[in-house]
């Protein structure tokens, strides 16, 4: 994938039919997390539009292109779809993207659909949705959307969203734990982190591509040797052996915290109203987009 202006895949193309939606039905599979596409550079911003309407969809990439000549020190990357299907397939294949943003009314697989697919498949990408309609804004919610615009678009408040989307990414993306192993030291974002557990006197970080670090030996206390990850909002310390990523936490029980990946933690019986009332904080005062 090449740095803007970006390759556009697929051909653009209007439909005829287009298959009736009720909004608040959303039944789909839970599946297997995708990995993001690699980057192109430092904190390069990888964009997915997905729009069949061919009008509007080149007035979005206009738009971008207006965005990106505004903010000529912005590293951004801009792929094209028409369809909820071709998109979902190249997230599959390839990974996915740091930012969607998404047509609602879709032949085929609609918008929010096409958000709540890409959730089931626990990607955290941003989700800007553009549509002619409100009807579909309280459900955008539910696939927890960045932004809701209304079309025609109007290109002030069309930047002031994708400000909000790069400066929330350069924050998750400078947001770093250094990680001393037996023949490096690896920066890792936080956000990649789902937990790390003592072993012994060392430490094993799990992270969302489903691999494991394994640091090397650290001396004195674990709160100490993971001081710095404590030192971030969405990190939380769980009994003596365990700190946690609230982002990847999905439920919380009595014994256990359930993780994305189908992973969990034990939680300690005396710390359960604190696990469960830290978790809940979290994502009240805003989750992934102000907790660094």
Known sequence: MRLFPASE????????????YTPGMLRLKKLPRVHKIKREGDY????????DEITSHERTMDLIRQYKQIHS????SLSSFTSGKELINHVDEHGGFDLYILDCIMPGMNGIELGAALRMRDDMGFLIYLTTSPDFALDSYRVDA??????????????QSLDKAYRSFSQIMQATVAIKTTDSIRM??????????RIDKHIDYHLTDNTVIHSTSFNGSFQNAVAGLLAHKRMLLVGSSFVVNLFHVTE????DLLLTGNLHVPVPR?????VKR???????????????
């Open 146 to 159: 960045f932004d809701y615009l209304l079309k025609p678009v109007r290109s002030e408040l069309f930047f």
């Open 188 to 197: 890792i974002p936080i956000t990649d982190i789902r937990y790390a557990e």
């Open 270 to 274: 005396r710390m359960y109203e604190i």
């Open 44 to 51: 390069a911003l990888q964009i997915a539009l997905c729009d």
């Open 73 to 76: 020190e912005r590293t951004l």
């Open 9 to 20: 895949t697929g051909v653009l193309q209007t439909f005829i039919h287009a298959e009736k």
């Open 252 to 255: 919380v029980t009595r014994s």
């Open 278 to 292: 830290e978790w809940a904080d979290f994502w009240l005062n805003g989750g992934r987009y102000h907790a660094f």
